[in-house]
């Protein structure tokens, strides 16, 4: 997904997009198309399943060099290439872009080094998934009740297999079986499976 696309997808969305400036994002070592998205559109404050995203500035809520947001014990090497982007799990997982591996985007534990998931091939198919993911949710609401928290999880198999073979054909890679949104995947299928035991009134 282009950041023009992305931005006029989320005209209309709540959150406003963050869009990062080229005097932040120079020097960070990221390819021209990632800093080119970044400063063009940005991502949003949030995203389901569970993301944010941050913006520039003087706190935490700052894109950066991992390196320079925790004191945790990633090789020097590793803290100096990913460029932190937000993060997901309550906090406990850094959003990372790895300027050593293309730009592609990982989880990274905040306190366990040997824990990293893979996200998405590129800044561009992040924001697809986004989108994706955004869409998924709006259609299985549709004519729901939004107050009805877990009317989220009664979709039907025709709704899980659009979003799950959109997602295959946007990024394939994303889906592999350790990934951020396989995971949500399953998440999604373990969520319904409880709603419908859950006992009607």
Not at 37 to 46: K, N, Q, T
Not at 71 to 84: G, H, L, N, Q, R
Not at 182 to 190: C, I, K, S
Request: proline share 4%; net charge negative.
């Amino acid at each position: 997904m282009t950041a023009a696309a992305f931005q006029k997808y989320w005209a209309g969305e709540e959150g406003h997009l963050r869009p990062i400036s080229r005097s932040v994002l120079n020097g960070l070592g990221l390819q021209p198309a990632t800093a080119d998205f970044l400063a063009a559109a940005g991502l949003p404050e949030y995203a389901e399943p569970g993301l944010s995203f941050v913006a520039e500035g003087e706190s935490h809520d700052t894109i950066g060099r991992m390196c320079a947001h925790v004191d945790i014990s990633y090789p020097d090497d590793t803290a100096e290439a990913c460029i932190v982007i937000g993060a997901a799990h309550d906090g406990n997982d850094m959003v990372a872009v790895d300027t050593s591996k293309n730009d592609r985007i990982f989880l990274l534990h905040i306190w366990d080094s040997s824990i990293v998931e893979f996200v998405n091939s590129s800044i561009g198919c992040l924001a697809d998934f986004i989108v994706l993911y955004r869409d998924f949710e709006r259609d299985v609401m549709a004519g729901k009740d939004p107050d009805d928290l877990m009317a989220m999880y009664d979709f039907t198999d025709p709704q899980y297999e659009r979003l799950r073979s959109d997602m295959q054909s946007r990024d394939p890679d994303a889906l592999q079986a350790t990934g951020f949104w396989a995971a949500a995947l399953r998440t999604l299928l373990e969520l319904r499976e409880e709603h419908r035991q859950e006992p009607t009134s």
